[in-house]
């Protein structure tokens, strides 16, 4: 593809509407997450949850494969930071094996909500790593945020699932991955970091993949598998792309508005009813998110 040959010269520019557009990007992303994580919900039901991160990222690394003609583009491959990139990938499938390890025990909002303390390491890794400082402004409305997430999750009042550890180490890996993600955009194409990260991940996971294989039972659930593949890596090029025209800080709040398909998916799936103070919370983490979008539009007048 000749734009996505052009990234790595285009991101260090931003253009004026470059804020604007990440944003967009960056809530497609967490909508693709989303369905990500309920298909992986659903699937555990029947496979085991190795086989699921495998095919993952097999089917993530066949559909790079064909939507870029990798064939025609080896130079998409070329790196000049090789252990960047591995590192990045295995963060990737950390995130991946965690998240779904967390969701076969938790309701889709409870892993997703753990996972928002991430905003608060992104905004403050971008500043030394990126060169990316957040401002007062900008520290408040995650700050605004997370006593969202808090509302929801009512730590304290309740019994914490042990299963939310798991949540807490794909949010770390997440955290990390989003500040790789944002200093590779500097030289590479978001084609490659799509297909090197998903390469790596599907070796790494094949052996564990293989061993612990079960027949998937039916068509649906191979359409489910390679749905996976799908969502994760269409919703991860969304995300490179974010990060490629716009700074971590801006995009980090808007991780926030995962919830809110988080709860819509968990009711219409998985007859998870949202109570009270979840509508409450995620009301106060979109508007968090929106203060944020609110500001950036103010900056551009």
Same mark, same amino acid.
């Given at each position: 593809?000749?734009?996505?040959?052009?990234?790595?010269?285009?991101?260090? &520019?931003?253009?004026?509407?470059?804020?604007?557009?990440?944003?967009?990007?960056?809530?497609?992303?967490?909508? &693709?997450?989303?369905?990500?994580d309920a298909t992986a919900k659903y699937l555990i039901e029947s496979v085991p949850t190795l086989q699921i991160v495998w095919l993952r990222f097999v089917s993530h690394v066949i559909l790079s494969f064909l939507l870029f003609r990798v064939w025609k583009n080896p130079a998409l491959f070329k790196t000049k930071r090789p252990m960047l990139h591995i590192v990045r990938a295995f963060c990737l499938l950390g995130i991946t094996?965690?998240?779904? *390890?967390?969701?076969?025990?938790?309701?889709?909002?409870?892993?997703?909500?753990?996972?928002?303390?991430?905003?608060?390491?992104?905004?403050?890794?971008?500043?030394?790593?990126? +060169?990316?400082?957040?401002?007062?402004?900008?520290?408040?409305?995650?700050?605004? +945020?997370?006593?969202?997430?808090?509302?929801?999750?009512?730590?304290?009042? !309740?019994?914490?699932?042990?299963?939310?550890?798991? &949540?807490?180490a794909s949010m770390v890996f997440y955290a990390i991955y989003a500040? *790789?993600?944002?200093?590779?955009? !500097?030289?590479?194409?978001?084609? +490659?970091? *799509?297909?090197?990260? +998903?390469?790596?991940?599907?070796?790494?996971?094949?052996?564990? !993949?293989?061993?612990?294989?079960?027949?998937?039972? !039916?068509?649906? &659930?191979?359409?489910?598998?390679?749905?996976?593949g799908v969502f994760g890596g269409g919703g991860h090029y969304l995300f490179i792309m974010a990060h490629r025209i716009a700074p971590a800080p801006v995009l980090a709040p808007f991780i926030y508005t995962q919830i809110v398909w988080m709860i819509a998916l968990g009711f219409l799936v998985f007859g998870d009813v949202p109570t009270v103070t979840t509508i409450i919370g995620a009301a106060i983490v979109v508007g968090s998110g929106l203060y944020i979008l609110y500001r950036e539009r103010m900056r551009k007048i």
């Open positions: 593809m000749v734009q996505d040959s052009q990234d790595a010269q285009a991101g260090g &520019s931003l253009t004026e509407a470059a804020p604007l557009a990440g944003i967009g990007l960056i809530v497609l992303a967490c909508l &693709s997450f989303s369905f990500l094996i965690f998240n779904f *390890l967390a969701v076969r025990y938790l309701q889709l909002a409870e892993t997703t909500a753990i996972m928002f303390a991430a905003p608060f390491v992104i905004t403050a890794l971008a500043g030394p790593m990126l +060169g990316e400082w957040a401002g007062p402004r900008r520290w408040i409305a995650i700050v605004i +945020g997370f006593l969202g997430i808090l509302v929801v999750t009512q730590p304290g009042l !309740g019994n914490m699932h042990w299963a939310a550890v798991y &949540s807490v500040i *790789l993600t944002r200093q590779l955009t !500097g030289t590479d194409s978001s084609a +490659g970091m *799509l297909i090197i990260s +998903g390469i790596v991940a599907a070796i790494a996971m094949a052996p564990a !993949g293989l061993t612990v294989w079960v027949t998937p039972p !039916g068509l649906w &659930s191979w359409v489910l598998l390679f749905a996976t």
